[in-house]
T-cell receptor, first 114, second 115 residues
Framework: GNSVTQMEGPVTLSEEAFLTINCTYTATGYPSLFWYVQYPGEGLQLLLKATKADDKGSNKGFEATYRKETTSFHLEKGSVQVSDSAVYFCALSGWNNYGQNFVFGPGTRLSVLP | DAGVIQSPRHEVTEMGQEVTLRCKPISGHDYLFWYRQTMMRGLELLIYFNNNVPIDDSGMPEDRFSAKMPNASFSTLKIQPSEPRDSAVYFC?????????????FGEGSRLTVL
């Protein structure tokens, strides 16, 4: 079935450091890929998405490229801020035996220190 | 447009009591999902509906949990009887099914504490 694997962390970085959170997936067909962010006490909100191979999603300085050859969708940011501290979830939208489904990875907690 | 609306935001109850969580999806969305989030198990899919019909309920923990979607604008998740291990944040989310590239929109969650 469809699945998403991501580094579980926690990840602790200093402000202005480079961030990479790895995400790989298993899916039949051509899924869409997403990164969600959850700030403390809030629901999940979409950070960025890519709907086909080689697409790059970007938002708020974060980027991720849909790599079909490596089945990956790694999240990157060149210079993190304290306000980026949150939990990040990689996810895919695809198909299973029941129809459409939406699968999340376990989440990666990021802490950015001033 | 209003987002996904969940109620109550917080619920504290005693073991053995019935709990009902409510969700109003975004108008026009034909998929609705219920998730549970805990520190130990992370984000778990409980059940999802397409056009008000339950499609996959394999994530529902046991018979104490039930979910309904009587119409396109309302869904409930019921726990009867509740137990302390049901304490979690329960999220409702919705999306459109066409195309398959649309994202999931989440509500703010219902935090349940069972004493």
């Amino acid at each position: 079935g469809n699945s998403v694997t991501q580094m579980e962390g926690p990840v602790t970085l200093s402000e202005e450091a480079f961030l990479t959170i790895n995400c790989t997936y298993t899916a039949t067909g051509y899924p869409s890929l997403f990164w969600y962010v959850q700030y403390p006490g809030e629901g999940l909100q979409l950070l960025l998405k890519a709907t086909k191979a080689d697409d790059k999603g970007s938002n708020k300085g974060f980027e991720a490229t849909y790599r079909k050859e490596t089945t990956s969708f790694h999240l990157e940011k060149g210079s993190v801020q304290v306000s980026d501290s949150a939990v990040y979830f990689c996810a895919l939208s695809g198909w299973n035996n029941y129809g459409q489904n939406f699968v999340f990875g376990p989440g990666t907690r990021l802490s950015v220190l001033p | 447009d209003a987002g996904v609306i969940q109620s109550p935001r917080h619920e504290v109850t005693e073991m053995g009591q019935e709990v009902t969580l409510r969700c109003k999806p975004i108008s026009g969305h034909d998929y609705l999902f219920w998730y549970r989030q805990t520190m130990m198990r992370g984000l778990e899919l409980l059940i999802y509906f397409n056009n008000n019909v339950p499609i996959d309920d394999s994530g529902m923990p046991e018979d104490r949990f039930s979910a309904k979607m009587p119409n396109a604008s309302f869904s409930t998740l019921k726990i009867q009887p509740s137990e302390p291990r049901d304490s979690a944040v329960y999220f409702c989310a919705s999306r459109t099914g066409t195309p398959n590239t649309g994202e999931l929109f989440f509500g703010e969650g219902s935090r349940l504490t069972v004493l």
